[in-house]
DNA sequence: GATAGAATGTTTACGGTGCTCACATTACCA
DNA sequence: TGGTAATGTGAGCACCGTAAACATTCTATC
């Protein structure tokens, strides 16, 4: 059972990360408590300070698991996405990740980016150069960053307006249809640009 | 001065808002804390609780005005867009808005919405209302719905990434050039579609 | 105009929270 | 074996959201 009863605890830095993902995605909640989370984790209110500085840092903890899942949600969607059509399932999947895990999302998002923490900050730096190798591979003749941070707000927009039920997230299915659609009216736009292409 | 000192505070719901506001935009974070709020109106803790269910009314109150201001904003940038320059001149408004009052916006939009709050959902409709109108004008040829979402999603994604940081937000100047660039970068991405518009 | 009742604000109190400090325990190293 | 640093505990502070009982003030009716 216990892997390693060496420590006093085994390993609580990671322990309470673990406990703190287990209550966000049962609670739904974004409140995070740090007592609920010691509790969780079987120790007392005052242990997590050992380790952590203060409740943002193992919130930071926890964005940055949250940004690695979602890295890997988006790989597994598909590996190395190279068309307009591979990058929607891609959009879905971010989308997906975002409705399935909302109180993780939040957490990851909602909250200002603490740039102390090394660990958040590469994690998202790690996203962030993930869209970029799309749109580059997509689009190969675009601004790269200009087109990346569009792609990437343009996703990242839709997860939220998702999440904050402004858009209908019914089924899966229904919302994978609507960013499919979202997406490629987007694309589609200035081929219908009016008066020629300008 | 006072307008109306007829009731006991004159209007405790309004001056509560309007002293939640305040605090957001002085304490820059998105904590509003209820008691801080009623010392602010200089009533006690239990006073709002005469006008407002618990704290998550009230929040969703301020969230209402926020959404207010915000279209108001909008509308000042340009009345009525009808271009994509115009349509960029907009999403500038948009991000400059969140980034000038970041903690009103976070609490917009970073919690989950209150499906019960007619005034919240209300003002949301507007606003999708007026992207949609914005859509409908510019790219009059595209599916309205589908586009009206990716605009906002656009927007929306900007504005939160500069918020947390993900992306440079040093100067407003800075800011609306890259965003400039971003949209017309994705609106440019198709023309250059390689092997056609699949 | 007096007065009953509704509306509004206060006091006090309870449990929960983040966080600190003094203390206990355990692991590790000389 | 012992000393020291790392780790966990307990008590306690100030704050929070919220509720109940109480006080005040407005308003409507006789």
Not at 3 to 26: F, N
Not at 69 to 75: D, G, T, Y
Not at 82 to 88: F, H, R, Y
Not at 188 to 195: H, M, V, Y
Request: glycine share 6%; hydrophobic share 50%; charged share 20%.
């Amino acid at each position: 059972m216990s892997p390693k009863p060496t420590y006093h605890h085994g390993d609580l830095p990671a322990a309470l990360v673990r406990a703190a993902i287990e209550l966000l995605q049962e609670s739904g909640e974004t409140e995070l408590s740090l007592r609920a989370v010691a509790r969780r984790a079987g120790v007392s209110p005052a242990a997590p300070y050992r380790h952590y500085a203060d409740r943002e840092a193992l919130v930071s903890a926890v964005a940055a698991v949250g940004y690695r899942e979602l890295a890997e949600r988006l790989v597994a969607a598909h590996p190395s996405p190279s068309t307009p059509e591979q990058l929607v399932g891609v959009a879905i999947a971010y989308v997906q990740f975002a409705l399935q895990r909302p109180a993780l999302f939040r957490i990851m998002f909602a909250e200002p980016c603490d740039r102390d923490n090394d660990e958040r900050v590469a994690a998202t730096a790690a996203l962030a150069q993930y869209v970029r190798a799309i749109v580059e591979r997509t689009f190969p003749h675009a601004d790269p960053d200009a087109l990346a941070t569009a792609v990437w707000a343009l996703v990242h927009g839709l997860a939220f307006l998702y999440l904050d039920g402004k858009l209908d997230a019914s089924t899966p299915s229904v919302v994978a249809e609507r960013i499919a659609a979202a997406i490629q009216a987007l694309l589609a736009a200035t081929t219908i640009d009016p008066g020629g292409a300008g």
